[in-house]
């Protein structure tokens, strides 16, 4: 019987989150110039091999990161987290995609429901507590789901918003690598390989829904406004917290809620 994995003591945990942080800063420097496809070559095949997932929401951008990675091997683990608050349009095209690429290793996961029964049984909690809702809903699955993974590719890009003006293409993550292949890709960049490769659009995009998320914290984004501005509308929220500082000591630690 396989033994349950202990959290990371507290000192542990620093100096994996350094030793992850001096291997980022490195894997940057090594890389910079590369483009998206052979930052994921290189990180796929070589870098982590069989030891790297890539983490996607099958929103409106998403089609082109799984397509590229699709290339270099369709038997990337790809996770998914269903929220239970997702649009039909994004289940929907996350199957659509999923046929098309030909990709074999799609994991989707859920929140724990024992948490959800305690923290949102009437599925409000987005209303009152959105940081509390997403971190249930979001944050914790993904921990678990990556716990066994030492690195992890990423959708997000510079252009997104001003939170990520400064993306790497390596950056650390508590103790894990993300990769950034499209950091320095712009809206134009992404259209043009989605048309030029035939890849679907999100359903919603065409209603100006520019960022897909939970249908409840998602509107369309207005002429003029940052791709993401159609998240958490009218809120100082702008980050679902699964790129944010923290996803080590949910994992580790358990939520302390």
Known sequence: MEQPKLPLA?????RAAERATSLADHLDRRHRGQTALELIDASVRHLFRNRIAMVS?????????LHLVAQVDPSTPVIFIDTEQLFEETLAYRDD???RLGLTDVRSHRPRPERLKRLDPENFLWQSDPDLCCRIRKVEPLADALRDFPAWVSGRKRFQNAVRAALPAFEADGPRIKVNPLADWTAKDIEAYRIEHGLPEHPLVKFGYLSVGCAPCTSRVKPGEDPRAGRWRGREKTEC???LPGLMTTESHGSGI
């Open 10 to 14: 507290p000192v542990a945990q620093a």
């Open 57 to 65: 929401s099958f929103g409106a951008d998403s089609s082109v990161l």
């Open 241 to 243: 917290g699964i790129h």
């Open 97 to 99: 995609l999923v046929a």
